[in-house]
T-cell receptor, first 109, second 116 residues
């Protein structure tokens, strides 16, 4: 879905925090998601946030949701080389998922 | 947790042939499954909703005669790419779920189709 947009690339150094941003136009979804895709692999659900929440923290992951601005972000603390992957934000509509274009995170040692 | 499998994981075929991709829910029943397509370095695009016992529902712009979907049982949906062409080369991913909660939709590992 074109209504979910992300920046294409992000490069950080190992140990730094990574912040991946996502914007969307359709605010009807109950949940918003972050998925991780490693090269040649399928999708791994990282975390999700209920649309009525502002923040959710799960270990190294922090999701921020600004409903007014329709902006979703994923912060990865203490980024590791194993975090290098493509990260997709997504919204769903009755189990149909609409994905952003994906942000390729490159973690430099 | 629930697992969704796909078979084959990779397939290479000649132009003009048809290829069938299977999506199975391994430990739960799914009346609805979804098929996505991912172009190289692009996002995943929803292709169609596979409904057990009835016709699939296709998203706008997806040719139903090109991408045949059969959901013959509560644990199996198949996507057949008919008369494949090189532009059909893509990564195809299915999903299936047990409910409508956030963490109840599971994605398969994907099938890499290469049409020569």
């Amino acid at each position: 879905g074109e209504d979910v947009e992300q920046s294409l690339f992000l490069s950080v150094r190992e140990g730094d925090s990574s912040v991946i941003n996502c914007t969307y136009t359709d605010s009807s979804s109950t949940y918003l998601y972050w998925y991780k895709q490693e090269p040649g692999a399928g999708l791994q659900l990282l975390t999700y946030i209920f649309s009525n929440m502002d923040m959710k923290q799960d270990q190294r992951l922090t999701v921020l949701l600004n409903k007014k601005d329709k902006h979703l972000s994923l912060r990865i603390a203490d980024t590791q080389t194993g975090d290098s992957a493509i990260y997709f934000c997504a919204r769903d509509n009755f189990n149909k998922f609409y994905f952003g274009s994906g942000t390729k995170l490159n973690v430099k040692p | 947790g629930a697992v969704v499998s796909q078979h084959p994981s990779r397939v290479i075929c000649k132009s003009g042939t048809s290829v069938k991709i299977e999506c199975r829910s391994l430990d739960f029943q799914a009346t609805t499954m979804f098929w996505y397509r991912q172009f190289p370095k692009k996002s995943l695009m929803l292709m169609a909703t596979s409904n057990e016992g009835s016709k699939a529902t296709y998203e706008q712009g997806v040719e139903k005669d090109k991408f045949l979907i059969n959901h013959a049982s509560l644990t199996l949906s198949t996507l057949t790419v008919t008369s494949a062409h090189p532009e059909d080369s893509s990564f195809y991913i299915c999903s299936a779920g047990q409910g409508t909660s956030a963490d109840t939709q599971y994605f398969g590992p994907g099938t890499r189709l290469t049409v020569l």
